[in-house]
């Protein structure tokens, strides 16, 4: 297949060298008059201009190429570039030999308009030190990528130039896609022996995990001998009564009223904090008599506060997996609270911010079936919470290396409220009855800038199992060492406030991605921070964390598309073409929190809306001109709060006690798949081709309109364009504030691949099992 051609020349943005002998070389001529641009005073031939003629079809014409461009997977050659020279020569001496009633016939029409020259190529140097001209198009600018990948680069084109050119990691890639071909909304259900099951990271070596967890183990066991008294974790137990005023009580302590089950049938249940139930494939309570027969797919609890940051143990066990939750009281972020007479609140009437918990929660798998681990029918149990007077944790995140070897849960880094990032020991949890409270007075290393004034830390992520990354108020970010505990470097990365940051860990650990709060998302190489430096040229403003994950099997970045304009679209950024980023998944409003899988490439989006969608990123970026992709809605939370006069009406909960009612919550699931596009960029174009189209055959005539038959029985006009007004008109609708969801996390370990928790701004955690056989 032929490619499109452009008028004039073909459109390069690529540097193409010419090999000239050194007798070919003709000198650089510097004209004496320099106040004119010779590119801009040439004039097409006849000395006519058709400006007002061929404005509207150099515009259809630019929009269908532009089209053609991002779908297109053939690369120009050289043979085609010589047969396009020999027809244009052809061309200019077939004129001299044609009869002279053709010679009158093209001299008396309009003479085509000429493209400039350089417009949309970059001139080729003649040598080394020649400086090439700048770019006349005025389509690009110093802020659009113009490197050796192009925009419409497709399937095998793409692939060879992100994995390649080594055959084996372009294997790699190749066989990864068609691996999960046949599953394009949900992950498969399979374990890595299957071949279509999840896989383990096939950019590392086979021995890299258990190398990493003997490496762990002995740092660890170098630790605990070593390190000196104030080293040493310290906590105590402390009683109930102490411990729960600590903990988010849920404004009152009120139950939460949920309505589950098909969106025709729903039940209403009661949670309260801290209490859990499991349920079924239809959405219903396992225990409930419409749900008999039907298995486990979840579990769903409260955890009395806004969840602001969950986490995955990493863990080698097969029986039980391990969650760890930071929440805040709802309090914290309500508005200002005001007297009854106007004033507002007093300093000693405000929550205590000093104070913060995490809560860990422990999931029993059913191991009776073969192959990955399903969920059991045993609700969650709340095993500790860890209380502390650091402030409200902000972030949390676990060492990626499991320690079950060293006897220990893992390592878990938490960003506090005062500013600083703590890295906490979690022992093995003991099973009791009821849950027991811990008070930390020490950490094992607390991390932060202390010789300057005024910076915070902002954000973490782990770089290995003694490596953790943090970045600062100051837009710097900064390399630390757990133990000992001290800097290894720091790096002004950004000028403002650095609100996300993640490792490319296992791969790729010292490729850090960082997001400001305004400027330009960054990638810098820790191991070589002075040279490779790069970011994406189109600054944007960000606000919510959240937003940045690593997709291990495609090796690149997660994030929301760096746009000067607000959008809802998830992008792609390859670590190798950062500066490019590729849309893989759009949603219906502003997008809250995103997670990549470990094992495999399934994107989930949380929105603002309360609705989680997924979709397989890997089918997305090598999707084929003509090929429809699919995401599905895996579930839409909605929550509505209960007046202050009206929060008198109770709920008998556990025990015959009558506790308040805070709000009430509704889940709806079993949603279809729907096309996984833009419909502000897929739709509209497609739209404006057809309405060019039927503009250009109607000619003026009266046009034939597609009508619908009314309520009355009379046929009415139907715009073409109404349906993407009202797609792009939920994206401004202002919803609940407790209604978003506010974190994804997908479970790292390869046993529980599929098992992903999503948490709700009303403090619900629905812990679901989204694989698909």
């Known amino acids: 297949m032929r490619l499109r051609k452009a008028r004039g020349i073909r459109k390069s943005y690529v540097e193409q060298p010419v090999a000239l002998d050194d007798d070919d070389e003709e000198p650089i001529v510097v004209p004496d008059d320099q106040s004119g641009d010779d590119d801009f005073d040439a004039q097409p031939e006849g000395g006519q201009s058709n400006h007002g003629d061929d404005d509207d079809d150099d515009e259809e014409e630019d929009d269908d190429e532009d089209n053609d461009e991002k779908d297109e997977d053939v690369v120009p050659s050289s043979e085609d570039e010589e047969d396009d020279d020999a027809e244009n020569d052809e061309a200019a001496t077939g004129g001299k030999a044609s009869a002279g009633g053709a010679a009158a016939a093209t001299t008396s029409t309009k003479p085509k308009k000429q493209r400039n020259a350089g417009v949309g190529m970059i001139q080729s140097r003649k040598n080394f030190h020649d400086i090439p001209h700048y770019p006349l198009e005025t389509r690009i600018v110093t802020r659009v990528y113009a490197g050796p990948l192009r925009r419409y680069a497709r399937y095998s084109a793409l692939r060879d130039s992100m994995y390649g050119p080594e055959y084996q990691r372009i294997k790699i890639i190749w066989d990864l896609e068609k691996r999960w071909q046949d599953f394009s909304v949900l992950p498969p259900k399979f374990p890595p022996a299957s071949p279509k099951g999840v896989v383990p990271s096939p950019w590392v070596p086979l021995t890299f995990e258990r190398d990493q967890e003997r490496a762990a183990f002995y740092w660890y066991d170098e630790y605990q001998v070593n390190a000196s008294d104030s080293e040493i974790q310290q906590s105590r137990e402390i009683p109930a009564e102490r411990g729960e005023r600590l903990v988010p009580q849920a404004?009152?302590?009120?139950?939460?009223?949920?309505?589950?089950?098909?969106?025709?049938?729903?039940?209403?249940?009661?949670?309260?904090?801290?209490?859990?139930?499991?349920?079924?494939?239809?959405?219903?309570?396992?225990?409930?008599?419409?749900?008999?027969?039907?298995?486990?797919?979840?579990?769903?609890?409260?955890?009395?506060?806004?969840?602001?940051?969950?986490?995955?143990?990493?863990?080698?066990?097969?029986?039980?997996?391990?969650?760890?939750?930071?929440?805040?009281?709802?309090?914290?972020?309500?508005?200002?609270?005001?007297?009854?007479?106007?004033?507002?609140?007093?300093?000693?009437?405000?929550?205590?911010?000093?104070?913060?918990?995490?809560?860990?929660?422990?999931?029993?798998?059913?191991?009776?079936?073969?192959?990955?681990?399903?969920?059991?029918?045993?609700?969650?149990?709340?095993?500790v919470t860890r209380c502390f007077d650091w402030g409200r944790p902000k972030r949390l995140q676990w060492c990626p290396v499991p320690l079950d070897a060293a006897s220990t849960c893992g390592l878990l880094a938490v960003l506090c409220g005062d500013g600083r990032a703590r890295v906490l020991d979690v022992n093995k949890i003991k099973d009791s009855e009821p849950t027991y409270y811990e008070w930390m007075k020490s950490a094992v290393v607390t991390l932060g800038i202390s010789s300057d004034y005024d910076v915070d830390v902002t954000c973490l992520a782990w770089v290995n199992v003694n490596r953790i990354v943090l970045g600062h108020s100051d837009g710097s970010i900064t390399l630390w060492s757990v133990y000992p505990g001290k800097m290894l470097q720091r790096l002004g990365v950004h000028t403002t406030y650095v609100i996300d940051i993640c490792s490319g860990y296992p791969s790729n650990p010292y490729l850090v991605a960082s997001i400001p709060v305004g400027g330009c998302a960054t990638l810098t190489d820790l191991s070589q921070p002075s040279s490779e430096f790069t970011y994406f040229p189109v600054p944007a403003i960000s606000f919510q964390p959240n937003m940045l994950c690593w997709n291990e099997p495609m090796q690149g970045f997660m994030a929301l598309y760096p746009s000067s304009t607000p959008n809802t679209t998830v992008a792609f950024l390859h670590h190798r073409y950062f500066c490019q980023a590729r849309s893989m998944c759009t949603g219906p409003n502003t997008v809250t929190c995103i997670s990549a899988g470990a094992s495999h490439p399934f994107l989930l989006m949380g929105c603002l809306d309360g609705s989680v969608y997924s979709c397989n990123a890997l089918q997305k970026l090598f999707k084929q001109k003509g090929e429809p992709l699919r995401k599905i809605k895996v579930f839409e939370h909605e929550y509505r709060p209960v007046v202050d006069s009206k929060r008198s009406s109770a709920s008998t909960g556990s025990g015959g006690v009558v506790r308040p009612i805070r709000g009430a919550a509704r889940i709806l699931q079993s949603f279809l798949p729907e096309l996984n596009d833009d419909p502000r960029t897929e739709k509209r174009k497609e739209l404006d081709r057809k309405r060019k189209s039927a503009a250009k055959k109607k000619k003026g005539g009266p046009g034939r309109k597609k009508k619908n038959a009314g309520a009355d029985g009379e046929e009415e006009e139907k715009d073409p364009l109404a349906e993407l007004d009202d797609k792009l008109a939920s994206r401004v609708i202002t919803h609940e504030p407790l209604t978003r969801v506010t974190t994804i996390e997908w479970n790292p370990n390869l046993q529980f691949s599929c098992w992903v928790a999503c948490s709700m701004g009303s403090g619900l955690v629905k812990v679901m099992d989204l694989g698909v056989k």
């Open 251 to 383: 404004g009152c302590g009120g139950d939460l009223a949920v309505l589950v089950g098909p969106w025709d049938a729903q039940k209403e249940v009661r949670i309260s904090p801290g209490s859990s139930l499991s349920i079924s494939m239809s959405g219903l309570p396992v225990d409930d008599p419409d749900a008999k027969g039907e298995e486990s797919a979840g579990w769903m609890f409260d955890v009395g506060g806004i969840p602001l940051a969950m986490g995955w143990a990493p863990s080698t066990r097969k029986d039980a997996q391990l969650l760890a939750v930071a929440s805040i009281p709802f309090s914290d972020q309500e508005l200002a609270a005001r007297r009854e007479d106007g004033r507002p609140t007093a300093a000693s009437e405000k929550p205590n911010l000093s104070a913060g918990s995490i809560q860990f929660w422990e999931f029993d798998a059913d191991r009776r079936n073969p192959g990955l681990a399903s969920t059991s029918a045993n609700p969650p149990r709340l095993l």
